[in-house]
């Protein structure tokens, strides 16, 4: 607390979005942060900035060796785009930083479900293609999945396993270990 009138150093105080890790606290409740690997390609020759709106779109490679293209998730919006160093892409700075991360949130839900494709990239040659949205939106649109058959796709191709079951298969590997 401060009191009105107090010896204070203002030369102390910092924005919110000065702190380091400001991309944090613009989390919102119930969702995850990403960091997803990205480079000059990627990002359209490092065009897509914070607050900006992507698309993404999702390539695979069915049993059948078809090959399944399609809006993945919508309106994701970019919190921050980090160098390999974990400074800021954008920051007004001299030097010229090459994006290697984009971080965004996603709501739980589609966070596994954005997981679960990531695991999928060696098997099924799943490709995660980012999109620059053109239209405008604005902050009270949800971020969707656009594709039920990507969807169900990914949910066949894998499974949850929840944290139970994890927890008594890896306390009865300890009980027998022990015997």
């Known amino acids: 607390i401060i009191a009105e009138g107090s010896l204070f150093y203002t030369d ?12 944090y606290l613009n989390v919102n409740e119930g969702e995850t942060l990403i960091s997803y690997g990205v480079d000059m390609t990627s990002t359209y020759a490092n065009s897509m900035m914070p607050n900006d709106y992507i698309k993404i779109y999702f390539k695979a490679k069915g049993d059948d060796g078809a090959v399944m293209f399609g809006k ?4 994701i919006k970019i919190l921050a785009m980090k160098d390999a160093s974990g400074r800021h892409v954008f920051e007004n700075s ?10 965004f949130s996603l709501p739980e839900d589609m966070h596994l479900l954005f997981r679960k494709a990531l695991y999928l990239t060696g098997s099924y040659s799943v490709e ?8 405008e939106i604005t902050n009270d649109e949800a971020v969707i999945v656009s594709s039920k058959d990507i969807q169900d796709f990914i949910n066949d191709k894998t499974e949850m396993v929840s944290v139970d079951e994890i927890l008594s298969s890896t306390s009865s590997d300890v009980s027998t270990e022990n015997q």
Request: net charge negative; hydrophobic share 50%.
């Open 12 to 23: 102390l105080l910092v924005e919110k979005s000065a702190l380091p890790s400001a991309t």
């Open 72 to 75: 993945f998730l919508d309106n």
């Open 94 to 103: 001299s030097e010229a930083r090459t994006p290697a991360y984009m971080l």
């Open 128 to 135: 995660l293609i980012l999109v620059p949205v053109t239209q």
